[in-house]
């Protein structure tokens, strides 16, 4: 990440020092490099770790219910070998690094919290700690490994239909932050500016005429500043992240800047 912000920010210099363009165009274009690459990237590093989260926790209730099925006191490397090697993906891979602790030397309960640590799901973290509850009661707990899957299979559904829903309005915010909004703007912005608004026709001169363009502009200007910085947080809530409100500002603002000045010509 810092050597992508490092490479925006010298090709943004770069090109404000050799490309010859209107004062407007190049702020525009300075801006679009220096803010667009690192908030792209972040974007997909997210959308990788969210899909590896998710393959994840998909995975959980399956491996919950065969340890289930498992004899009473059965022993740990039994569980972690059974899920390392039983086909879960991402599941499987994580439990292969629990294995390569344990055989390390780090004992089984540590093992687990070192990978639940590292892994950004509740659902995960949740099913360590039956684990680890396992381990040291040396009890039976097949009901409540049954118990956990029935449970994550209903919050599965149950987010997947939430996140369905909030897909939409999101991807309704982004169009109509970086695209609706700044074209319309920037097609009215077009238009009036080509009326014949001479004192001729209701008496505005022209000197007048150009100072309330202006004025339209630099308005137009705020609006989408406010706009992005709005529907910036309305997204950050949406992913429980302050972080990516920021990140989405960084990229719904330039992006609304640049369809903007590309409509009104």
Known sequence: ????????????????????????????????????????????????????TSQLEEAIPHAAMQIASFPSRSSNELVAKTISQGGYGELSSEFTEIEKRMQAGASFPNALQASAKKRNSRLFRQFTVILTLSHHSGGDVSNALKAFADDAFCVKNLKNEMQ??????????LASGCLLVPAILGVLLKVVSTLNLDSSTIGLPLATKNALLEAVTLGNYLYLFTFSLISSAFLGVIDSSSKKAILYFILLFPLALAVFTLTRG
């Open 164 to 173: 369905a829903s909030l897909a939409m309005q999101k991807y309704t915010i």
């Open 1 to 52: 990440m810092k050597k992508i912000i490092i490479a925006s920010a010298t090709l943004a210099i770069a090109s404000a020092l050799l490309l010859k363009l209107p004062l407007s165009y190049q702020l525009l274009l300075f801006l679009a490099i220096l803010t667009l690459p690192p908030a792209a990237f972040f974007f997909y590093h997210e959308f990788l770790e969210g899909k590896k």
